[in-house]
C-alpha cells in the first residue's frame, strides 16, 4: 500500500533560524496536504497542494510539490517560538484516501 | 474550533474492559474518520465512513469497531482492552469522501488511558 514517508523526526533549532521537513511517497500522489499540530492539541490543516512543481508560501512557510508529485517539503524561515509544534504531511493517491506521514516534532529554543 | 465534537475528552478505564468514544462531524460533513495517535507516534488511520457507510479501513483492530448514525455522528467502540490501547483518539470531518480537494477537520480527541 502507499507509504508517505517524512524526515527528520525530530528537529531543534535555535529560534530565528530556519527549518525544513521533507515528505516522500512510494507512489505517485495526486494531492498532498500538511497539517500542523501544537503540543496538546489536534492536527490543523495547512496547506494542499495539488499541480506538479507547485509552490505555495503562507508568510514565512513555504510549501513545495515535487515535479514527479512523490516529495514535498515545508520550509520555515527565521523560526518563532510560536512555530513549535509537530508537522505531518499527508498524501492521497490512486486510492484518494490520505495517509498521514510519521511527522517532524519542531522545538525552537529562545 | 474545527467544529468536530468529542466526547470524553479524557478516560480511565481498566483493562479487559469496553469503551466508545462519540463524535459529531461538522456541520455539513458526511464524512467521518477515526485516527489513533499513541505517544510519539504519528496518526494511525483506523476507519472512515461517508454517509452512514464504511468507506476506508486502516490498521484496526478486530476488537474496535465503529459506525456512524443517521444523524452522521460516529461512535468507536473499543472492547477487551490492553495496556496498548492507551492513546489519543481523534474523531475527523469532511464533506467528501475522497481526495483531492477534501479538507479534514479534527477535533480534540479523546484521551484513552488503560489500567
Known amino acids: 500500500g502507499q507509504q508517505v514517508m517524512q524526515i527528520p523526526q525530530y528537529q531543534h533549532v535555535q529560534e530565528g533560524e530556519d527549518f525544513t521537513t521533507y515528505c516522500n511517497s512510494s507512489t505517485t500522489l495526486s494531492n498532498i496536504q500538511w497539517y500542523k499540530q501544537r503540543p496538546g492539541g489536534h492536527p490543523v490543516f495547512l496547506i494542499q497542494?495539488?499541480?506538479?512543481?507547485e509552490v505555495k508560501k503562507q508568510k514565512r512557510l513555504t510549501f513545495q510539490f515535487g515535479e514527479a508529485k512523490k516529495n514535498s517539503s515545508l520550509h520555515i524561515t527565521a523560526t518563532q517560538t510560536t512555530d513549535v509544534g509537530t508537522y505531518f504531511c499527508?498524501?492521497?493517491?490512486?486510492?484518494?484516501?490520505?495517509?498521514f506521514g510519521s511527522g517532524t516534532q519542531l522545538t525552537v529554543l529562545p | 474550533d474545527s467544529g468536530v465534537t468529542q466526547t470524553p475528552k479524557h478516560l480511565i478505564t481498566a483493562t479487559g474492559q469496553r469503551v466508545t468514544l462519540r463524535c459529531s462531524p461538522r456541520?455539513?460533513?458526511?464524512?467521518v474518520y477515526w485516527y489513533q495517535q499513541s505517544l510519539d507516534q504519528g496518526l494511525q488511520f483506523l476507519i472512515q465512513y461517508y454517509n452512514g457507510e464504511e468507506r476506508a479501513k486502516g490498521n484496526i483492530l478486530e476488537r474496535f469497531s465503529a459506525q456512524q448514525f443517521p444523524d452522521l455522528h460516529s461512535e468507536l467502540n473499543l472492547s477487551s482492552l490492553e495496556l496498548g490501547d492507551s492513546a489519543l483518539y481523534f474523531c475527523?470531518?469532511?464533506?467528501?469522501?475522497?481526495?483531492?480537494?477534501?479538507?479534514?477537520?479534527f477535533g480534540e480527541g479523546s484521551w484513552l488511558t488503560v489500567v
Open positions: 456541520s455539513g460533513d458526511l464524512s
Open positions: 475527523a470531518s469532511s464533506v467528501l469522501d475522497r481526495m483531492p480537494g477534501n479538507t479534514i477537520y
Open positions: 497542494l495539488v499541480k506538479s512543481g
Open positions: 499527508a498524501g492521497s493517491g490512486s486510492a484518494r484516501q490520505l495517509t
